[in-house]
């Protein structure tokens, strides 16, 4: 059974400090992985999606790296914002166009 | 172009009651996901349509619980006899295959509320 976990549960940095958010899963057979923002009260809006055969996708100020070998992937938010203040969530698919299993996410703070 | 679109965003309602929530995906999704999230917990999956048939419904909770889709589009989403612990943002998503991708693309939410 797939198992996605994000450590910590909760992060505050100061205003423009690079950051490392990181996701690890159980099994490495994903066809992707997929990093999803969510603010208080909203739905989950999409960031980045990578392949199983890439290493890493860039957004903007956020780059997402993937290494399926070790069950990792990192979200790299640079500069980071106030803005940038929301729960920051992994997933990745249970077989090829199925269901996502989701982490628990990471409570990100960017104090001004 | 319009996203995957929710209705109610809110629901209230008291114990014992039956309720409808309902997911409009992006046109020409094949794929349409229903999650739940409950209140400190993480998004739990329910069931997955293809089309309009549903091959995966391991994560529905109960028999109190069916969804069903109509025309490759509409999804309404069922809970009969509502429970307190029912209560939860219910989320919908939607998929197509382009190029082997297999992004997911989520709707508002819907907030229901069991007195």
């Known amino acids: 059974k797939q198992e996605v976990t994000q450590i910590p549960a909760a992060l505050s940095v100061p205003e423009g400090e690079n950051l490392v958010l990181n996701c690890s899963f159980t099994d490495s057979a994903i066809y992707n992985l997929q990093w999803f923002r969510q603010d208080p009260g909203k739905g989950l809006t999409s960031l980045l999606l990578i392949q199983s055969s890439q290493r890493e996708q860039t957004s903007g100020r956020l780059n997402a790296s993937l290494d399926k070998s070790s069950g990792r992937s990192t979200l790299y938010i640079a500069a980071s914002q106030p803005g940038d203040s929301a729960t920051y969530l992994c997933a990745v698919p249970t077989g090829a166009n199925s269901k996502l299993t989701f982490g628990k996410g990471i409570t990100l703070s960017v104090r001004p | 172009g319009a996203g995957v679109s929710q209705s109610p965003s809110n629901k209230v309602t008291e114990k014992g009651k039956d309720v409808e929530l309902r997911c409009d995906p992006i046109?020409?999704?094949?794929?349409l996901y229903w999650y739940r999230q409950r209140l400190g917990q993480g998004l739990e999956f329910l069931i997955y349509?293809?089309?309009?048939?549903?091959?995966?419904k391991s994560g529905l909770p109960s028999d109190r619980f069916s969804a069903e889709r109509t025309g490759e589009s509409v999804s309404t989403l069922t809970i009969q006899r509502t429970q307190q612990e029912d209560s939860a943002v219910y989320l919908c998503?939607?998929?197509?295959?382009?190029?082997?991708?297999?992004?997911?693309?989520f709707g508002p939410g819907t907030r229901l509320t069991v007195t």
């Open positions: 349509f293809q089309g309009n048939s549903a091959p995966d």
């Open positions: 998503a939607s998929s197509y295959i382009h190029g082997g991708t297999y992004e997911q693309y």
């Open positions: 046109s020409g999704h094949t794929a």
